[in-house]
């Protein structure tokens, strides 16, 4: 079973900035493309993605204030967070697009916005 590891989820003001960081097995990042999923009012749903050849893709609520990227050598891949609405909100996690069956969940990281 693959495992991933998020963090960098706090509270922030709106309009602000957060970095997020999910540390995944090795190789992975490589071979399978990924994303960041936002979990809010019971639902979770991808909010960017990244290709294994490292095409970049954003829900149309993120895109211009979201960057996803990664660092295949530490096995890491980032969600930059920038211009923090209200909306953004909710505990992030990563994960294969698509799901695969040996793919588990990791903790999340909680991302709090203040008005």
């Known amino acids: 079973q693959v495992q991933t590891v998020e963090s960098g989820g706090t509270l922030v003001e709106a309009g602000g900035s957060l970095r997020l960081s999910c540390t995944t097995s090795?190789?992975?990042?490589?071979?399978?493309?990924m994303a960041w999923y936002r979990q809010a009012s019971g639902q979770r749903d991808a909010v960017a993605s990244i290709?294994?050849?490292?095409?970049?893709n954003y829900v149309d609520s993120v895109r211009g204030r979201f960057i996803i990227s990664r660092d295949t050598a530490k096995n890491t891949m980032y969600l930059q967070m920038n211009n923090l609405k209200a909306e953004d909100a909710g505990i992030y996690y990563c994960?294969?697009?698509?799901?695969?069956?040996?793919?588990?969940w990791g903790q999340g990281t909680q991302v709090t916005v203040s008005s």
């Open positions: 090795e190789g992975r990042l490589s071979s399978n493309a």
């Open positions: 290709s294994s050849s490292g095409y970049a």
């Open positions: 994960n294969s697009i698509p799901l695969g069956p040996d793919d588990d």
